[in-house]
């Protein structure tokens, strides 16, 4: 009842984003029984221009434009929930145990994360990726290593004030134990925060799989978005065709759509969980 509550006091905007985000969703879970096409079958010749069988037209080698959107909304999906989970995971596992024990234990967790925030993201990201190899497990391997020191900072943080409130000391005092104190106390305030760190997440996991994909570095046998846009880009000459219109604004424009939606959804989030943070 009180995430429908919470949902409810989202802006027009924010209930429109987070509509969006559903409805990709679903089309990525129910994408072969959407599509009249395979993702990577011809279906029509080559370059066909939109029209009642393709609805945004065909590529040079004559696949379904829609049906690859289909499958690359479930691809970035999967990616970006797959990356902020278990980052966001890993991240407040390791805040929450720098947080609360303190000494060498934070020290070590927290020269780990200073470690990682000083490496070039993508730089870094495009030489594993490379030395990986191509495949949406080290895809998100890849990102789930630069992600969860954002987490981690923050929870630690979080849970060094919780720690000092004078009834965790006086829990504390009567031998209360780590696990009662983490459920009754640490996880309902550091919930709020942990939700909206990990949907920041999520975004920025997408536009990097996006940008590995479209360097080369994503999985050639699973189509994303990066890869249309590879393809499209490395087409000779299509710039002076009207291939463009159909063939690179498409997955331009259903990414930018998703990662506005899910700023939109972040920000009204967090105005809505303010008071608990």
Not at 208 to 228: N, Q, R
């Amino acid at each position: 009842m009180s995430k429908i509550v919470a949902i409810k006091r989202f802006t027009l905007v924010g209930k429109l984003s987070l509509f969006f985000i559903v409805l990709l969703l679903f089309i990525g879970i129910f994408a072969p029984c959407l599509s009249s096409y395979t993702h990577n079958t011809p279906s029509g010749e080559s370059l066909e221009a939109p029209s009642r069988d393709h609805l945004l037209g065909t590529d040079d080698l004559g696949i379904d434009l829609l049906s690859q959107i289909f499958y690359g909304a479930r691809l970035s999906l999967i990616i970006g929930f797959s990356t902020s989970i278990l980052a966001g995971l890993g991240g407040a596992i390791l805040g929450v145990l720098s947080g609360y024990y303190g000494g060498l234990t934070d020290k070590i967790i927290m020269r780990l994360t200073d470690i990682m925030i000083a490496l070039p993201d993508l730089p870094m990201m495009i030489l594993l990726g490379a030395f990986f190899g191509p495949s949406i497990k080290n895809i998100v391997l890849v990102l789930v290593l630069f992600s969860w020191t954002g987490p981690a900072r923050i929870i630690r943080s979080k849970v060094i004030s919780i720690k000092k409130e004078a009834y965790i000391v006086m829990a504390k005092s009567y031998d209360a134990s780590f696990y009662h104190l983490l459920k009754t106390h640490f996880l309902p305030e550091i919930m709020p925060i942990l939700a909206i760190t990990t949907i920041k997440i999520t975004s920025r996991a997408i536009v990097a799989e996006a940008g590995l994909s479209f360097l080369g570095l994503g999985d050639p046998t699973s189509k994303s978005w990066g890869l249309i846009l590879n393809h499209a880009i490395n087409f000779k000459g299509i710039y002076f065709t009207e291939y463009w219109k159909w063939w690179v604004i498409a997955p331009l424009f259903s990414m930018m759509m998703l990662i506005l939606s899910i700023s939109y959804v972040s920000r009204d989030l967090e105005k809505v969980l303010n008071e608990k943070l």
